[in-house]
């Protein structure tokens, strides 16, 4: 088991949590054999803010999420906690958490990683590009008074 | 990297909707005939836990109940399997709205939880491990018991307590190996 | 009194059944999808998911589909679904200066860091009804956009003011807040408890309590500080892991009003917040809760109470839910028969005694 970092697999775990379930299964068709720990989960987690954005938490609302967990044949142990109800996305992204803990990571990581960090990316660029069109450029106009 | 140990990641139920609302119905069996003994299945909780406790701390508590692990239960394995099956806050004694443990390690129960007036179910559940489970011993009378029934207790004197504070007070389970037994605070239990 | 009454099975089958045909309507017309609804009716979708507390959008179409578009009908649907689920576990705060902001706004600063974005809002719109989308419009067609790079933080506005200690402070705790779904509400409500009740209150109800508040009845003058629409990631401890992770992200509407205050007896002049926050997209919902929840906090603030209804927190917080209120309120028209019995008797004999009086004066 390679051992990494929990600042490492914090990274992998959000962009598999977000990533589009038919794009994962694009990328990944065939899970690795493994044993499963934790069936897929549908749940709730509340989802809290804070009051005037950094005060006191509060509860704002509930949102669905789903959980599984898995164990590999060679041992290595995969979580997932993934937004919604897709059941073979929390399965898939439980497996590809414990295939980047073996000696395929690199592998894994170029085939099913990278490609959904870099669409996360390009999605985000393109949302902040059409709310950067719609950035407000104020012009003061002359006024005859202003002597 | 910290990760559980790979044994508390088994022993959850592996069937949870049938099996959590087949044990449900036993535990609530239980408490509605105090005294009667049920049988449950389905968890295989790390030691020093039996069966029983696995089973009703997986239907009972959750990520919003605070759980106190009393002696012997508080141990790194019971923490990591409570962690990742239940995910339930370990708490003090004092907080708990369950407690797991031995009679011994859950002394005093004086300072459970009982409730407050206007919310009287704001009170704790003691899971009680002991050896055996047998309808033998003080006689219990009160509502769910048709006229009296009788079964093996660790003690009278801290029931009796429990009962006089009535409609405040804390609920019991008792678990041995597979078997269940409830003894809500709304039970008598003869003196001896 | 109710009473357990048998029959009608025939024809509450037949009711169902004619309802379901009336859902579908023409079915020479092609039947809406999930998808469809999701795209297309997005803030319907938004509204059914705040309301019915539970962020998740195709559940939301679902229920809009399945309530013919009765969003009241609809959120009850999704409040009844969430009570099925298992609680797996209370989120970290999110933390909306990380927003990846679709719109940002500030009537208090013209220029402010990050700027005024404007967002796909309907300001500015003529309000008048575009027949091209009748004709079935073709699709608003690809535009050369600037190149942006998305920015790590947006700092809010009322953070400049409280650098200059113009402004009330708000000190991050984090103890866990109360919640309203597991707990009964219990009053004096704290500003966590309250800020809850009004994020899945009623729109309508919130807009009108915030909107007396305008008219003078608990005046506040309120300035929206900023207003911002965008995504948040939502970070969860993993207690198996034993560190947090980012398990999805969810559209958030904030709104923080700056309000004018002179002092009172116990806070010295200064401004003071209100905020709102909610689930999808929805600024007038937003707006409208910072100003109820700043009316809400005349006490704390040693402000007078004038008898508002949006000061009373009660009168707010018990009656900003549409699910308990149409609950009570539509259960009037299922049987009362004996009720109605017994009050029939009541004035039959009221109404002999009256007459007897009548009758023996005469």
Same mark, same amino acid.
């Given at each position: 088991m390679t051992d990494a970092s929990p600042i490492a697999r914090k990274a992998w775990m959000a962009t598999l949590a977000k990533a589009p379930p038919a794009r994962l299964a694009a990328l990944l068709p065939y899970l690795p054999p493994h044993h499963v720990l934790r069936q897929p989960e549908i749940g709730a987690v509340m989802v809290r803010g804070r009051v005037g954005a950094t005060g006191a938490a509060f509860n704002l609302g509930e949102m669905t999420v789903t959980r599984a967990s898995v164990r590999l044949e060679t041992g290595e142990v995969g979580h997932a906690w993934v937004q919604g109800r897709d059941k073979a996305h929390a399965l898939r992204a439980a497996a590809v958490d414990a295939l980047l803990q073996t000696g395929a990571a690199d592998d894994i990581a170029a085939r099913v990683l990278h490609p959904l960090q870099s669409e996360a990316d390009t999605a985000r660029a393109f949302r902040a590009a059409k709310a950067a069109a719609t950035k407000v450029d104020f012009f003061t106009m002359v006024r005859g008074e202003d002597k | 990297m910290i990760t559980a140990p790979a044994d508390a990641l088994e022993g959850g139920f592996s069937e949870a909707p049938l099996q959590s609302a087949r044990a449900f119905r036993e535990i609530l069996e239980a408490m509605a005939r105090p005294g009667t003994i049920r049988r449950v299945q389905g968890a295989r909780p790390p030691e020093p836990l039996s069966v029983a406790a696995g089973v009703a701390l997986l239907v009972?508590?959750?990520?919003?109940t605070r759980l106190h692990l009393a002696g012997a239960a508080d141990c790194p394995a019971v923490r990591d399997w409570v962690a990742f099956h239940i995910g339930a806050p370990l708490t003090a004694a004092e907080d708990a709205d369950f407690a797991v443990g031995t009679w011994d390690a859950l002394q005093p129960v004086t300072r459970f939880r009982i409730g407050q007036p206007d919310y009287p179910d704001r009170s704790a559940t003691l899971i009680v491990e002991v050896d055996r489970l047998v309808n033998h011993g003080p006689a219990l009378t009160g509502p769910g018991i048709e006229t009296a029934t009788w079964l093996i207790l660790p003690e009278t004197a801290a029931f009796r307590a429990n009962r006089a504070l009535f409609p405040l007070g804390f609920d019991t389970i008792f678990t041995a190996g597979d078997r269940i037994a409830g003894l809500p605070r709304s039970t008598r239990v003869e003196a001896i | 009194m109710y009473v357990a009454v048998k029959g009608g099975e025939r024809a509450i089958d037949n009711a169902h059944q004619w309802l379901a045909e009336e859902r579908r309507g023409d079915p020479t017309v092609p039947e809406l999808t999930i998808p469809q609804i999701r795209e297309q009716m997005a803030l319907a979708v938004n509204r059914v998911m705040a309301e019915g507390s539970l962020y998740d959008p195709d559940l939301a179409a679902l229920a809009i589909k399945q309530a013919r578009g009765d969003l009241i009908e609809a959120v009850f649907l999704i409040r009844a679904y969430r009570t099925t689920l298992p609680r797996l576990a209370g989120s970290r705060p999110v933390d909306t200066g990380a927003m990846a902001v679709d719109r940002r706004i500030s009537a208090t600063f013209k220029d402010l860091p990050g700027g005024q974005v404007l967002g796909?809002?309907?300001?500015?719109?003529?309000? !008048? !009804?575009?027949f091209t989308l009748m004709a079935e419009g073709e699709a608003p067609q690809q535009r050369n956009l600037p190149d942006a790079t998305p920015a790590d933080r947006i700092p809010h506005v009322t953070s400049f003011l409280n650098r200059d200690g113009l402004i009330e402070p708000v000190d991050p705790s984090d103890i866990a807040p109360p919640d309203l779904t597991r707990e009964p509400m219990e009053l004096p409500a704290n500003r966590p408890l309250r800020l809850q009740a009004l994020a899945r209150g009623d729109e309508g109800f919130v807009l009108s309590m915030a909107y007396s508040t305008q008219r003078g009845y608990g005046r506040t003058h309120a300035f929206v500080g900023e207003l911002r629409i965008g995504t948040v990631a939502v970070e969860v401890d993993i207690p198996e892991l034993g560190f947090a992770v980012e398990i999805g992200e969810i559209e958030l509407t904030e709104c923080e009003t700056v309000n004018q205050f002179k002092g009172s007896r116990t806070e010295p002049p200064q401004f003071t917040r209100g905020y709102g926050l909610v689930m999808g997209q929805s600024e007038r919902k937003a707006i409208a809760m910072s100003l109820v929840d700043r009316a809400l906090r005349w006490q704390e603030l040693g402000e007078d109470f004038t008898g508002a209804p949006a000061q009373d927190e009660e009168f707010v917080l018990m009656h900003c839910d549409n699910i308990q209120a149409t609950g009570f309120l539509e259960h009037i028209k299922l049987p009362h028969y004996v009720d109605f019995q017994a009050e029939l008797e009541l004035v039959r004999k009221l109404r002999a005694e009256a007459m007897a009086l009548q009758e023996a004066a005469e």
């Open positions: - | 009972l508590t959750d990520p919003t | 796909p809002t309907f300001d500015y719109t003529h309000r !008048l !009804l575009d």
